[in-house]
């Protein structure tokens, strides 16, 4: 029954996605909220880490608000408009892959940094970082590549979206204006 909801739910979401008089904002709503509620019930359920889940879903509505007033934004051309929908996500598989090169939930002696390089994995959440610690207290960076990715990622994004933060506090009826239905709406 779940999985028969499910997807229900998919094929109306690609419907208004599709449908050319859904209003620009609730197409990003569908397209964003998905991902984001699944890591807040993650992190309240499974985690039981309340406070984190509440600031993930602030953050989350403080870029939904910098996402739809990039949209709004009368003078940027379409294509750096587009460019967050590819630079976030490349980011934030980045962040995935530089917080588990060390691959710590792996058995002992599994790990990288046991079996290749002899020591042991650490890994930072934010600034992004994993390397190896040796008993001499030396270090070896691993996914050196995936952080700059990150980095580069993480910098145009945060551009784009302070952008569109800054077009949505001067102007909050671009928020309101992405919000309404119509194919004659200009963004």
């Given at each position: 029954?779940i999985?028969?909801?499910?997807?229900?739910?998919?094929?109306?979401?690609?419907?208004?996605?599709?449908?050319?008089?859904?209003?620009?904002?609730?197409?990003?709503?569908l397209?964003?909220?998905?991902?984001?509620?699944?890591?807040?019930?993650?992190?309240e359920?499974?985690?039981?880490?309340?406070?984190?889940?509440?600031?993930?879903?602030?953050?989350?509505?403080?870029?939904?608000?910098?996402?739809?007033?990039?949209l709004?934004?009368p003078?940027?051309?379409?294509?750096?408009?587009?460019?967050?929908?590819?630079?976030?996500p490349?980011?934030a598989?980045?962040w995935?892959?530089v917080?588990?090169?060390?691959d710590?939930?792996?058995?002992?002696?599994e790990?990288?940094?046991s079996?290749?390089?002899?020591?042991v994995?650490?890994?930072?959440?934010?600034p992004?970082?994993a390397?190896?610690?040796?008993?001499?207290?030396?270090?070896?960076?691993?996914?050196?590549?995936?952080q700059?990715?990150f980095?580069?990622?993480?910098?145009?994004?945060?551009?784009?979206?302070?952008m569109?933060?800054?077009?949505?506090?001067r102007?909050?009826?671009?928020?309101?204006r992405?919000f309404?239905?119509?194919v004659?709406?200009?963004?």
């Open positions: 029954m999985a028969l909801l499910t997807l229900i739910a998919c094929a109306l979401v690609v419907y208004l996605l599709l449908h050319p008089r859904t209003a620009s904002g609730i197409k990003v709503l397209l964003t909220a998905p991902p984001v509620a699944g890591v807040v019930w993650l992190l359920e499974v985690y039981e880490r309340s406070f984190t889940a509440v600031a993930v879903a602030a953050v989350f509505v403080v870029a939904l608000i910098a996402l739809i007033g990039l709004g934004h003078r940027l051309p379409i294509w750096t408009k587009m460019l967050v929908f590819g630079t976030v490349v980011a598989v980045a995935l892959l917080v588990t090169a060390d710590t939930l792996k058995d002992p002696g790990d990288p940094c079996m290749y390089y002899g020591g994995g650490v890994s930072t959440a934010f992004p970082q390397y190896c610690r040796y008993e001499d207290g030396s270090t070896h960076d691993l996914a050196t590549g995936t700059f990715v980095w580069v990622c993480f910098a145009v994004s945060l551009a784009l979206l302070s569109g933060l800054w077009q949505a506090v102007d909050p009826r671009t928020l309101v992405q309404r239905s119509g004659t709406q200009s963004t």
